[in-house]
């Protein structure tokens, strides 16, 4: 009992001429080797099959689709039938009129104003469209009404229904996103239907939609289809949703299958069911020259579990529903209505415990919707903030849709072992979440059915590792499923072995991990779609993504912030807070503070008495900093909340400290005590040093701090002080030590001073734009920084010996002086003046090109140690034995790392200042320096936003910099890299390519193209 599906989309069919129409057979090829397994074949049309929705047209699409079907039944005499929803290609607008645009207009406003003459006034321009439905079907229409339109097909003894839906019925000639509306409440009884498989077949995907049906509607369509197909946007993708309120749906995007303004790029997807096993696959076919062949962008070779619309006997009370619904925190309201945590969620990585980080890749935590996963049993351990309480949540969801009966416990419910308590814990839960009358049913359930979401297990009131192990046991007997969470401090091994290995055996024990670059990338993403409410483009929304995830990358970069969904969701909530389009650095120390601060109010603090608790913990980080140590025991401290209470106020030190302990701002082990994440008490060490600047002691720790900038404590020390303080002596301190980087070498300016240089890139030829959408670069850059995140920061824990400080030590300290000074200007621009900041700017910007001057002049003195070194390299290490071919490749890499080189230091200096409060005084400062690096510099200000490109200044710098290789190779780097990180108009890209020279070939020196395609908008 198998079908294929042949997902054509978007085929634009116009007139005799077309390309696509010479190739049904091609396509027809592509099921060969399916056909032999399937029962029958589906072509579903996903919109668009005409490009002008004239009669014409549709005579060709009728035979090229018929000679489609005869070319599959000519290989296998296999049932092959047509399932149609219309695009807005399908519109014919020489029937629009003023009646049909006012209505409209009229249902953007008044969406309940729909009847049926609404309706055939709206469906007026798709005539031509149903009248080639009629004849493709040989006359079997399909069941409902102009707007939606079903077919059931039974495969043996299985019941597959087909939904077309009608979104193109509001068209207009002038699509826009955001402009759909449509009455799904007329198909409420869909709900009520009963079929094995259901796949909605519809044009535009669920974020064309307007803001005020947008969510009802999505949650219509998940919570009657298994698998969502939609076309329009002409980039492929598969994947699937798991929604609280829906559960689990799939859904399949088509690429193009004929692409007007490129002949060459046409793509299909062919979707396998297995109704029999409850498995699907697809798999997206491009095609190559003369034959359509399968990718692995946009495809799951493997086979999945097909989604069901399973109906639990059971019913979520709604008071647990709004718990499991809570995001865990007050977002508010977005652009889409009320967040839930659903709409945020992200599933973390795990890694299985006691294997190394780097030796392995890590699975994601969404394996654990399978139940195979969780027959053995599952324990998590991770940081409390980590997310192991909403993963339990999201597992929840995902296994009561499925038709299995989850039960959520909190460990400090048993308050004592023994089956009877166990029990009695177990009942308690049913009635809360499934209420009273559920008790007895739930009982009767058969164990393989029920999983158990057990969080926080270590704090069960039973003490002992025996009564701990009896729970556990007794527990596994009930259900044929568990996941337990635990902290990082918890016993786990200790409790496996007092259980034993047959008890335990099969049970599997992982870490839940922070957040990297390329979760932190699709969390981003999502928040971005629930912030927008229609008025931003694809190009705003990418750069609103952008500015959320530097922000994100200044503070977990350093270690100072743990990647953790909480810290990084209230992050972006400030973002959106200040709605101002840009996050000023400034907030990051107001971030700081808040998340201190809220961590204080959550354990009772009263807000009166905030002011004294940090005053408290900011004389505590010092005493820490004295003492020379990360974790003091318990009797030191008392000593230390004497000497306070002597000196301020008298503060209760059990009181106090288990206040501390429980706000998270402290952490204990034993007798010992520390500061539980690196920023608070860097904020609040950076508070001390603030208030006590005038001291002289003080200033001299400060001065030491700035001359050691590449030891980790330094580095944080002046990080943070910046964010409490714009002090002069603060700033004179890091310029000085900024002065005397690399003093020796004058700045490179590129105004005839790179000639030498610039001979050993002639080997590196010129980079040429591929084309490449800024959301697969940005997915395949994140993927590439997780590979090679090795979890540190690159600084180091101890301050060098002698005068001198290596080479590393001083680049270190060079862009950590940059990084802070453009924090303080970014920090403080309205209250430093202008002459103050142009003199921090000719410094900041100064640095890094002195450095780069002292590495040209070390390879111009030796120009072939780096071919040398690599070309040792491919011989010994890639085993490449053709000398001339070796050669040839070693000057080209020793090329690319003159000009990465190059790039870095240029927008490290860049990166620093990239603040639109700071664009006037930039270009004052280097109109003043008047030099081709220097306006490169400000390019690099200019380029790395989603901003217009500044065509005057590149005409400029192109103008200046034409003699030499090297500034001009920086110039056609920094254009590449707004190129491929943000969306740009196509006629701003032929300006580049006529006016800056910039190569648009179709193919890139350099392969970015990824394993799937995911894009930035909200997913169907």
């Known amino acids: 009992m198998t079908i294929l599906i042949v997902h054509l989309s978007d085929i634009h069919i116009h007139d005799q001429s077309d390309a696509i129409l010479a190739r049904p057979d091609q396509i027809a090829a592509s099921t060969y080797s399916a056909l032999p397994d399937v029962d029958a074949v589906f072509i579903v049309i996903s919109g668009d099959v005409a490009q002008s929705g004239k009669e014409a047209e549709y005579q060709l699409a009728s035979v090229f689709l018929r000679s489609l079907a005869a070319g599959i039944r000519e290989e296998r005499d296999v049932p092959v039938h047509f399932v149609?929803?219309?695009?807005?290609?399908?519109?014919?607008?020489?029937?629009?009129?003023?009646?049909?645009q006012m209505a409209v207009r009229c249902l953007s406003t008044d969406p309940d104003a729909i009847d049926d003459s609404v309706v055939d006034q709206c469906t007026s321009i798709q005539a031509e469209y149903f009248a080639f439905c009629k004849e493709i079907t040989d006359g079997v229409?399909?069941?409902?009404?102009?707007?939606?339109?079903?077919?059931?097909?039974?495969?043996?003894?299985?019941?597959?229904?087909?939904?077309?839906?009608?979104?193109?019925?509001?068209?207009?000639?002038?699509?826009?996103?955001?402009?759909?509306?449509?009455?799904?409440?007329?198909?409420?009884?869909?709900?009520?239907?009963?079929c094995d498989a259901r796949i909605v077949v519809m044009h535009h995907p669920m974020n064309w939609h307007r803001q005020n049906i947008y969510r009802p509607f999505r949650k219509f369509v998940r919570g009657i289809a298994s698998i969502v197909i939609t076309g329009h946007e002409h980039q492929g993708n598969c994947g699937e949703n798991i929604d609280s309120e829906t559960g689990w749906t799939a859904y399949i995007e088509a690429d193009v299958l004929q692409d007007r303004s490129d002949g060459t790029k046409s793509a299909f997807n062919l979707v396998e069911i297995d109704l029999e096993g409850g498995l699907y696959r697809t798999t997206r076919y491009d095609w190559s020259e003369d034959h359509y062949g399968a990718t692995e962008e946009g495809s799951w070779f493997d086979y999945r579990n097909l989604p069901t619309k399973q109906k639990n006997i059971f019913e979520i009370e709604e008071s647990f529903r709004a718990q499991i619904d809570d995001p865990g925190a007050n977002f508010g309201d977005l652009a889409h209505g009320k967040i839930t945590l659903t709409d945020i969620y992200v599933f973390p990585d795990l890694l299985t415990t006691g294997v190394e980080r780097r030796s392995t890749r890590f699975a994601s935590s969404s394996i654990l919707r399978d139940p195979e996963k969780t027959a053995d049993g599952v324990i998590l351990e991770g940081d409390e903030k980590v997310g192991g309480t909403s993963l339990?949540?999201?597992?929840?969801?995902?296994?009561?849709?499925?038709?299995?009966?989850?039960?959520?416990?909190?460990?400090?419910?048993?308050?004592?072992?023994?089956?009877?308590?166990?029990?009695?814990?177990?009942?308690?839960?049913?009635?809360?979440?499934?209420?009273?009358?559920?008790?007895?049913?739930?009982?009767?359930?058969?164990?393989?059915?029920?999983?158990?979401?057990?969080?926080?297990f270590d704090d069960v009131q039973v003490k002992t590792l025996a009564g701990k192990a009896e729970i556990l046991t007794s527990l596994r007997k009930r259900f044929g499923h568990i996941v337990v969470t635990v902290s990082q401090l918890f016993e786990v091994r200790e409790l496996l072995q007092e259980i034993g290995a047959d008890e335990m055996a099969g049970l599997t024990h992982y870490q839940i991990q922070p957040l990297g670059y390329t979760l932190r990338g699709k969390l981003v993403r999502k928040w971005c779609n629930l912030c927008n409410d229609g008025t931003q483009d694809d190009a705003a929304v990418i750069g609103k993504c952008d500015q959320a995830e530097k922000a994100m990358d200044m503070i977990i970069g350093r270690n100072?912030?743990?990647?953790?969904?909480?810290?990084?969701?209230?992050?972006?909530?400030?973002?959106?807070?200040?709605?101002?389009?840009?996050?000023?650095?400034?907030?990051?120390?107001?971030?700081?503070?808040?998340?201190?601060?809220?961590?204080?109010?959550?354990?009772?603090?009263?807000?009166?008495?905030?002011?004294?608790?940090?005053?408290?913990?900011?004389?505590?980080?010092?005493?820490?900093?004295?003492?020379?140590?990360?974790?003091?025991?318990?009797?030191?401290?008392?000593?230390?909340?004497?000497?306070?209470?002597?000196?301020?106020?008298?503060?209760?030190?059990?009181?106090?400290?288990?206040?501390?302990?429980?706000?998270?701002?402290?952490m204990k082990r034993g007798n010992y005590y520390s500061f539980r994440y690196p920023y608070i008490y860097y904020f609040l060490k950076g508070r001390y040093l603030s208030r006590n600047i005038d001291d002289v002691e003080i200033r001299l720790y400060i001065e030491k701090c700035c001359s050691h900038l590449y030891v980790r404590e330094h580095a944080n020390t002046v990080l943070f002080l910046a964010h409490h303080t714009n002090n002069q002596f603060v700033v004179d301190a890091i310029l000085s030590v900024l002065r005397g980087l690399f003093k020796q070498h004058k700045p490179?300016?590129?105004?005839?001073?790179?000639?030498?240089?610039?001979?050993?890139?002639?080997?590196?030829?010129?980079?040429?734009?591929?084309?490449?959408?800024?959301?697969?670069?940005?997915?395949?850059?994140?993927?590439?920084?997780?590979?090679?995140?090795?979890?540190t920061d690159g600084l180091a824990e101890a301050e060098e010996n002698g005068d001198d400080l290596s080479l590393v030590a001083q680049l270190v300290t060079l862009f950590k002086t940059v990084e802070i000074l453009g924090q303080v200007l970014k920090n403080q621009y309205s209250s430093i003046e202008r002459h103050?900041?142009?003199?921090?700017?000719?410094?900041?910007?100064?640095?890094?090109?002195?450095?780069?001057?002292?590495?040209?002049?070390?390879?111009?003195?030796?120009?072939?140690?780096?071919?040398?070194?690599?070309?040792?390299?491919?011989?010994?290490?890639?085993?490449?034995?053709?000398?001339?071919?070796?050669?040839?490749?070693?000057?080209?890499?020793?090329?690319?790392?003159?000009?990465?080189?190059?790039?870095?230091?240029?927008?490290?200096?860049?990166?620093?200042?990239?603040?639109?409060?700071?664009?006037?005084?930039?270009?004052t400062t280097v109109k003043r320096l008047d030099s081709p690096a220097f306006r490169l510099i400000e390019l690099g200000v200019l380029l790395d936003s989603a901003a217009p490109i500044p065509k005057e200044a590149l005409l400029k710098t192109k103008e200046d910099t034409k003699a030499e290789a090297i500034p001009a190779s920086l110039l056609n780097l920094l254009i590449l890299r707004r190129l491929y990180m943000f969306r740009m108009p196509e006629k701003d890209k032929q300006w580049l390519a006529a006016k800056i020279d910039v190569d648009l070939a179709s193919q890139h020196a350099v392969d970015f193209r990824t394993t799937k395609m995911k894009r930035l908008k909200q997913q169907t």
């Open 392 to 456: 339990l949540y999201q597992l929840f969801d995902s296994y009561f849709e499925r038709g299995y009966f989850p039960i959520f416990i909190k460990g400090a419910s048993f308050k004592g072992a023994g089956s009877r308590n166990v029990q009695q814990v177990i009942e308690r839960a049913v009635a809360e979440q499934y209420g009273t009358d559920a008790v007895e049913r739930y009982a009767q359930q058969p164990a393989v059915k029920k999983l158990l979401l057990l969080d926080d």
């Open 836 to 923: 103050r900041k142009t003199e921090v700017l000719e410094e900041l910007f100064s640095g890094p090109l002195r450095a780069l001057a002292g590495f040209y002049e070390f390879i111009t003195k030796n120009p072939d140690l780096i071919v040398a070194e690599i070309d040792y390299a491919l011989k010994h290490q890639a085993k490449l034995d053709d000398d001339e071919a070796r050669m040839r490749i070693a000057k080209h890499i020793a090329a690319r790392v003159v000009q990465g080189m190059s790039l870095g230091f240029v927008c490290k200096a860049s990166s620093s200042v990239n603040s639109e409060s700071l664009r006037e005084d930039i270009a």
């Open 141 to 194: 229409f399909h069941t409902g009404d102009k707007l939606w339109m079903s077919q059931s097909f039974d495969i043996v003894d299985k019941k597959i229904v087909f939904d077309a839906i009608n979104l193109s019925w509001v068209s207009k000639l002038n699509e826009e996103q955001g402009g759909i509306v449509f009455p799904f409440e007329r198909y409420q009884s869909k709900e009520s239907e009963s």
């Open 560 to 666: 100072i912030i743990p990647a953790m969904p909480l810290y990084l969701l209230t992050l972006m909530q400030s973002i959106e807070a200040g709605r101002s389009g840009e996050f000023k650095d400034s907030s990051l120390g107001h971030y700081y503070g808040y998340l201190l601060t809220q961590s204080l109010l959550t354990t009772g603090v009263r807000p009166d008495r905030l002011n004294e608790y940090l005053d408290y913990c900011t004389e505590l980080a010092w005493f820490y900093h004295s003492q020379k140590s990360r974790e003091i025991e318990e009797t030191e401290l008392a000593g230390f909340n004497r000497a306070f209470s002597a000196k301020w106020h008298t503060v209760d030190f059990s009181d106090r400290f288990g206040r501390l302990v429980s706000a998270k701002v402290l």
């Open 84 to 100: 149609i929803a219309p695009g807005n290609h399908d519109c014919n607008f020489d029937r629009d009129n003023k009646m049909r």
């Open 748 to 791: 490179v300016l590129f105004s005839g001073d790179t000639h030498t240089v610039s001979a050993l890139i002639a080997d590196a030829g010129k980079l040429k734009y591929s084309g490449t959408p800024p959301e697969e670069f940005r997915e395949h850059l994140n993927e590439t920084r997780d590979q090679l995140d090795d979890g």
